[in-house]
């Protein structure tokens, strides 16, 4: 029987009000111990959190014992008071790794310390991968989809625990592999599924509460690989029953396990529809590579292009030529000047693969060896490629601010990919529609947001004309972003932003301004005078007539702009005889 979260089996230990872990039986001889970071911010392509998260670990009780995944290394004191409180570290036989970034794998050291004779279970790609972090001999299994390993009969609940594995590669890793209990019904998932949400409820038992989050965090890791999480579903549905997705960030998924799974099939789908695709490759567990691969993933994908990521390590030749030569653009990093035979073979695959003027793009995959980034984009030019955006450098290890840009190079070239597309959507609409339309008239607005702090610290902005009010108690206001807006990013739930009233005597500076295209990374606000001290959700325009300091409340998603609902909590006219400037449109299908 699941137990409830309130029930005398959940056990919570802390070391201070950042750090606390949390323990319970969750199923038949199945328990996990969830380790809750409550103040993290940022995460992996550094898209920030406003509830913290979790990394979650489990133990299975058969006649042998299996642990599915470790914690943070922050977490090592905590995790390991906890497992001796349940189990005895030299009765563990198994340690399932369902994927190696340090948040899961961080203490497989440790343990192995505690237990040489464990058999580390994972992809063959996992277990290269954990050879090269903890520098020890340790037994292995390696393991891929329709495989099994048997547990054996729990002596006290009579049930056999015989766990079939399902390969899910480049969720969000290469590496991946998902692990199905079927005694218990429990799909082992790690990042698949899961959001960054940390609280002490243990399953889902708000849809409303987590949606946000459970959404936020597949656009940002799962969206890029839309068609590597289609094929996983369709594993996923040939098994005979799921009762609960254990995942490896955020709450247990057991009360709405359907819903949630239809919503990965749901956006997966829309995301994979057409033909045009890009190819961002990566090198994993190179430098930098996979979390600025997934930043300009993320871009595409915001533009509503079609992406895959694909790890040059791992690919099969055959698969790799495939994707490159089908692929309307290609974007490659640098690689290690020393690289292994096997990765060499796959860059002569790669550039094998390429077609007569394919789009073609470089980034520094900042590993601290690497090929020089001018080299390859010269490669790329006498091979007749066309570029299709600026190499991406790196300097200096990557921030927040090298992130923004890395998104915003995906985003344009999302925009690039699909002009023909948009083009021809725009002729689709009536024209008298397109007309009639067209005479809805809006105010003009400059909407600004900023982030960080010091050396991170970064802002955007937009030109809006879709502004409207939408409550009275709290005084509240909607917003309608592009989906391939930068600011997007900066306007998730909780978050603030700064609606800038543009003056009917004086916007055309400022209207234009904005307006214009900005390269990758550009500062938005060179040359324009901000008052950065009187709102806290972003710059105010020193030009502008009024200013609105907002906090996203909500956010409802159409097929192209998400509707912000701000909470509008400080505000000012700088000149009350003026009135606000108003944007006319002949048309509807554009701006």
């Not at 005078?529 to 020193?542: F, K, Q, R, T, Y």
Request: charge should be negative; glycine fraction near 6%; charged fraction near 25%.
């Amino acid at each position: 029987m699941i137990a409830s979260a309130q029930t005398t089996n959940s056990k919570v230990a802390q070391i201070n009000n950042k750090l606390t872990v949390q323990s319970q039986n969750f199923a038949d001889d199945s328990f996990a111990i969830r380790s809750l970071d409550w103040d993290r911010s940022r995460f992996d392509i550094e898209f920030g959190l406003r509830n913290g998260t979790t990394y979650n670990s489990f133990i299975i009780k058969g006649k042998k014992l299996a642990i599915i995944d470790t914690s943070h290394a922050k977490f090592e004191e905590l995790w390991f008071k906890e497992l001796l409180k349940n189990v005895n570290p030299q009765e563990v036989d198994y340690l399932i790794t369902s994927h190696t970034e340090p948040d899961h794998s961080g203490l497989i050291g440790n343990l192995l310390e505690l237990n040489q004779n464990i058999t580390v279970v994972g992809s063959k790609l996992a277990l290269k991968f954990i050879e090269d972090q903890i520098h020890i001999p340790f037994k292995r299994l390696e393991v891929k989809s329709g495989e099994f390993l048997n547990l054996g009969t729990n002596p006290n609940s009579g049930l056999e625990h015989n766990i079939e594995f399902i390969s899910a590669p480049n969720l969000h890793w290469p590496d991946t592999i998902f692990s199905y209990d079927h005694s218990t019904h429990v799909l082992y998932t790690c990042d698949a599924f899961g959001l960054h949400y940390c609280s002490d409820e243990f399953f889902d038992i708000d849809q409303k509460e987590i949606y946000d989050d459970f959404r936020f965090y597949y656009d940002c890791l799962m969206g890029p690989n839309a068609r590597s999480v289609l094929q996983a579903i369709k594993r996923i549905d040939k098994l005979p029953e799921l009762k609960t997705i254990a995942v490896g960030h955020g709450p247990l998924l057991h009360n709405q396990v359907n819903y949630w799974k239809g919503k990965y099939l749901e956006w997966s789908s829309n995301k994979s529809k057409g033909n045009d695709f890009v190819s961002v490759c990566y090198i994993s567990d190179y430098g930098y590579c996979d979390r600025l691969s997934q930043a300009i993933s993320h871009g595409i994908s915001k533009a509503d292009a079609q992406v895959q990521l694909i790890d040059l390590r791992s690919s099969d030749p055959q698969e790799l030529t495939s994707l490159i030569s089908e692929s309307k653009a290609v974007v490659i990093p640098t690689w290690p000047v020393d690289s292994d035979n096997e990765l060499k073979k796959s860059l002569g695959t790669l550039f094998a693969a390429l077609k007569a003027k394919q789009f073609t793009a470089v980034y520094d995959a900042f590993g601290g060896n690497d090929e020089p980034i001018d080299s390859l984009a010269n490669k790329l030019r006498e091979l007749g490629q066309k570029e299709a955006f600026s190499p991406l450098r790196v300097k200096n290890i990557p921030d927040p601010i090298v992130y923004q840009q890395f998104e915003e190079a995906g985003t344009d070239l999302g925009q690039l990919i699909n002009k023909k597309k948009n083009i021809a959507s725009m002729k689709s609409l009536d024209s008298n529609l397109d007309k009639a339309l067209g005479r809805l008239s809006g105010g003009l607005y400059v909407v600004t947001a900023s982030q960080g702090e010091g050396s991170t610290f970064r802002q955007s902005a937009m030109v809006a004309s879709w502004v409207s009010q939408a409550s009275f108690s709290p005084p509240g206001i909607t917003v309608a972003v592009a989906k391939d807006r930068a600011i997007e990013s900066y306007m998730q739930v909780g978050e603030g932003f700064v609606v800038n009233i543009l003056r009917e005597d004086n916007y055309q500076k400022m209207f234009r301004h904005f307006l214009k295209r900005f390269a990758p990374g550009a500062d938005r606000f060179a040359d324009v005078d901000v008052i950065s001290n009187i709102a806290e959700g972003g710059p105010v325009l020193s030009d502008s007539l009024a200013f609105l300091d907002c906090k996203v409340s909500s956010r409802m998603e159409t097929p192209d702009h998400w509707i912000i609902y701000g909470i509008v909590e400080n505000g000012n006219v700088s000149d009350l005889s003026c009135k606000t400037a108003v944007h006319h449109r002949k048309v509807a299908n554009h701006y």
